[in-house]
């Protein structure tokens, strides 16, 4: 792995819409045909998000500061933060402990990758989790996340079945304009799992 130049620096945490976001790795399960950093850019409005090295939970405590200037701090960069779960478990405990409502940006995929139930983990220490469900059905799923695992599309419906008995906010999200994406279809497996459901535009964070 390159290392990390002094013009490259790394960009653990970062505001945008009055929330603190905390980027804590570049490894993703997925591999979005639409995301920046398979389209040549690590940038994100106007940070660059590679990291070179993970942070330490101790760094990214750090680089959030105080999250009483913040609506939320939420786990979100260009990178996976369940594929560091007790990492971003850690984090979330101890900023929660200075106040902070934590939210955390995923692709529904932690069971899957971890190989258990890891949802029980996430009560009390996360206030709200967004899940991209990207699709309506399996074929269009593969077709724009492009997933390792064949089981990638079930595992993420049944992640969001699950962790909503832990966690009091549970939103899933799609990509309006993404093509063959029926977004109406998206809403009603929203609301056929029972959580909230919130159309995203493309390259928009949050
Ligand atoms: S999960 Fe997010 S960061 Fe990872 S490849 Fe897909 S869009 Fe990019």
New binding site residues.
């Given amino acids: 792995m390159a290392e990390q130049t002094e013009s490259q620096t790394a960009t653990i945490a970062y505001t945008l819409h009055g929330n603190r976001y905390l980027n804590i790795t570049s490894r993703?399960t997925?591999?979005?045909a639409?995301?920046p950093?398979?389209n040549g850019s690590w940038e994100v409005q106007q940070y660059e998000l590679r990291l070179y090295d993970e942070p330490s939970a101790d760094e990214i405590v750090a680089a959030a500061g105080s999250p009483s200037g913040y609506r939320e701090i939420v786990f979100c960069g260009?990178?996976?933060p369940t594929r560091r779960l007790d990492v971003m478990l850690e984090v979330a405990g101890r900023l929660r402990n200075k106040g902070a409502s934590i939210r955390v940006n995923t692709?529904g995929l932690a069971n899957l990758i971890h190989g258990r139930d890891v949802t029980p983990e996430f009560a009390v220490l996360v206030d709200a989790v967004s899940i991209?469900m990207n699709a309506h059905n399996e074929p269009t799923y593969n077709r724009h996340?492009r997933p390792r695992h064949p089981q990638a599309f079930s595992a993420m419906l049944e992640f969001s079945q699950l962790v909503q008995q832990h966690v009091p906010e549970v939103v899933m999200t799609a990509i309006d304009g993404l093509p063959g994406v029926d977004i109406t279809a998206c809403q009603g497996i929203a609301d056929e799992i029972g959580v909230g459901f919130r159309r995203r535009v493309l390259d928009v964070v949050g």
Avoid: V
Wanted: aromatic fraction near 14%; proline fraction near 0%.
């Fill in positions: 993703c997925l591999r979005c639409f995301c950093k398979f260009l990178g996976e692709d991209s996340c």
